[in-house]
């Protein structure tokens, strides 16, 4: 049986000073983590009470090993209970986790086995604590990365007894990498303090935490937004969570709107393509059983939101009792814990149909005519209290509102810095604290509205054109192509940028495979006036990111090393 819904005691928000105090105090309610598995059966209801006892026990055996407080240790982020038990276990015990990803479906043994050993490396880790399924993986990773110990929870020395080590607010409390980080990793330090500012920040005045609220998740732990989101943060405030593998979503992704009506829960999160996909799968779905009335928080955040899909998920899904004003756009990156910015409750997605040409040309968010070429852009709400956000120009002058910059934030669940990293750190951050989020956008009444990132900037005959408008076009109007099936970036040829476009083919077919190339480069000559190389790859070749986004830098990388399969001539 799931674990309750209301913590049973008074509540508090995240009014902690360390994670630790934080789990002590929830271990004397009902609450907990409700693990699920691939068919969305009940795996494990783990009551904080039981993750209290089992991570103290398991802290003395950790440090059985030779382990000493401030070491890093390698976490194979399987969504299960004996991560949580292991994450916790390394807090007593005054160790550092590090979530590191499962194996990708298509990446192949040897790669993840060389990713892991970069990971370890980057995190200067002792220790590599993986499931008992994958102890033959985990083995090997050790034989590449030698390590301290390599194996399950239940391999871990017996301990008599161990003195656990005084946890303060300035203490190490996990390393995080961001998902775009795993071919080159580069952690985030997160201590307990700036841990416990965002939780605060996210419970007590971004979602408002109530105590009938119950929270839902498949997004993976080794993600920001999966582990501080939806494991962390709940935890903080005695809220029940139920999490649910992210391949079980993959298969079947309207599981996560079944179990969410079933167990009752109000708040949850996804990147844009986990409401398309699931608008997509109930096409021909009957809904009669599904009950999205007690969903008040529908979170975006992740990635950049596509309005579209969001208002097919609301009207598919309206029978349900969904709401659109439950969508709530939000902002944040693992340099800052999670959270910077969430859109005001209960309103629903705002968005901005801005002119193309003036933002490209000028840099100016003008309203778009409809004679003109638009898009629309979320507002993802005011920076959080205790946060600040601004946009500079070029010379690093603060710009006025709806010009776009380069969005810098300061706040304490800021970063200090990276991990063993000064020359990363000192690109990222300022001498005053402020950081260079890397991100494009303008500030429009306060509230931060995102363009793009600026790494993925395509600039173009004095143009700033944004990559996704040329995969969402062609996504949104080719027969047969889905989200993600684009990426699309400039690369340098005669002293000049071309544009070149990669596709994911599902055909054999070379005279389709031609018709569809043709297709899109004529669609995107007419529609943002660019002269685009199309080149299709295979169905699954286009890189993502450990949370599941598209990698453009990665797939650049693979195209200029050749690996593109057919290429229009």
Known sequence: MITPTSPGRALRRADFVSLIEALDYAAQGE?????????????????????QAAARALAARLLATGLRPGDRVGLIAETDGDFARAF?????????????????????RANYIEQMARMLDAADADALLGPQAMAAWVNDIATVRPLRFAGALAELPQASHQVLPEITPDSPCYLQFSSGSTRFPTGVLVTHRALMANALAITRDGLQVQAQDRAFSWLPLYHDMGLVGFLLSPLTAQMSAD???????????????????????????SPTFGYEL?????????????????????????????????????E?????????????????MAEATLALTMAPLGRGLVAEHLDVDRLERDGVAVCGAPSTRAREFARCGPPLPGHELQVLGEQGEPLPERRTGRVFARGPSLMSGYFQDSAATSRALTADGWLDTGDIGYLSDGEIVLTGRSKDLIILNGRNIWP???????????????????AAFSVPADGEETVVVLVQSRSSDAEARYRLALEITDLLRQRHGVEAQVTLVGGHALPQTSSGKLSRSRAKANYLAGLAETELA
């Open 278 to 314: 699931c608008a997509r799968r109930a096409e021909n779905a009957s809904l009669e059983a599904y009950d999205l009335s007690r969903w008040r928080i529908a979170g975006l955040g992740g990635d950049m939101i596509r309005t579209k899909p969001l208002r097919d998920f609301a």
């Open 88 to 108: 916790f276990a390394c807090q007593y015990a005054g160790l550092v986790p590090a979530p590191l990803p499962l194996p990708a479906p298509l990446g192949g």
């Open 316 to 332: 598919r899904f309206s029978a349900t009792g969904f709401s659109p004003k439950a969508y709530v756009a939000s902002y944040g």
């Open 243 to 269: 999490l649910m593998p992210t391949g079980a979503f993959v298969r079947r992704p309207l599981l996560w709107l079944d179990l969410m009506g079933r167990n009752g829960a109000t708040i949850s999160y």
């Open 468 to 486: 996704q408008d040329l995969e969402w076009t062609a996504e949104a109007e080719i027969a047969g192509l889905r989200s993600g099936d684009v």
């Open 31 to 51: 609450t907990g983590l409700n693990f699920h598995g691939l068919r969305g059966e009940l795996v494990e209801a783990l009551t904080y009470r039981d993750l």
